[in-house]
């Protein structure tokens, strides 16, 4: 692209009628202003040396098509077409390099309701968005000092492909004049764990500094309020001189066994228990010992990137120089034609 773009700064100014005193000029002028451009452009943090390179470049090609733009606009104003063409064309060059070269990207763990700072911003997870399945969305609140809260809608979400489950992630993007802003989603976290233990009746199982047992199944009641069908397991938590019977429960709904988690009435109740399957023949239980609080906690990639709108801006300018160029023709043709009739 470099070549290309000297190149296209050169260009404007090497038409037929060009004098090679003129061209000199023209050429040194410009490559001044591309250097102080660039010179700037490494002072305000653009220290990579193929930045810098492209930078100039694409700075000589935009102020060389500008200056070429002036001169054919004093003429004719329709002659202007490929001066727009490839002033558009390097103002998308322009955007891209200085969006790479002064980007900043941070991973961030919101839990969900934890403001965490980066990049002069507060972000705020705020959870799901109900009723967005099954193309997930998630909250992303972002707020700079002094100014509102707004919010940002990110997406991720699993979908089967070829018989295996795949992640589909769509960045959030918060666009603004200066700069555009993505929150990438990358994961979902629970934080909280799961380990499986075995229960056989009447032999206790060291837990936490005391003792599991496994009591009996408790058949008496085997419905619950919404004529569930369910099954209760008793089990004995021992801890120090405490003593808690506990019932883990499992219900048959819709065609399929739930669980219902207990919280241990230890460690302020943060762990909890519930039994995952039962084998009635051995009298045995297979309980779930959950830790953790379980606050969910979404990990984003953020990326900072600034003069977007010039590449926006840019594929814009390239449309109307083609147009104008189009018309031109179009013009100068029909001029033409009434000319020779």
Known sequence: YIPLLLLLGIGPFSSWQS?????????????????VATVVAALLGGHSIKFLLLFFAASFALLGNLIRFVDVARMRLLNTGAAIAHFGFALMLVGVVASSGWDRTAELNLPIGHPVE????????????????????WRVAVMKPGESEQTALTRMYRFRSG?????MRNPAIMRSLGHDLYIAPLGLETGKTEKPMILEKGKPVDFDHGTLT???FDVDNNEDQA?????????LLTHGEDQIELTLTMKYVDGKMESVPVKLPIHGGENSIAMNRMMVDQQMIEALIGSGSGAETLVVEVSHKPLMNLLWAGTILLLIGCTVAAVRRYIDKRTAE????
């Not at 004098?19 to 250097?35: G, S």
């Not at 799901?128 to 969305?137: A, C, F, I, T, Y």
């Open 19 to 35: 004098k090679w005193n003129e061209l000199n000029k023209r050429v040194y002028l410009t490559a001044v202003l591309a250097a």
């Open 118 to 137: 980066a990049m002069d911003r507060v972000f705020t997870y705020r959870g799901h968005v109900d009723g967005s399945e099954p193309k997930d969305l």
């Open 163 to 167: 018989g295996d489950y795949q992640i």
């Open 214 to 216: 496994f009591l009996r």
């Open 227 to 235: 004529g569930h069908m369910k099954v209760d397991a008793k089990v």
């Open 338 to 341: 009434a000319a020779a009739a």
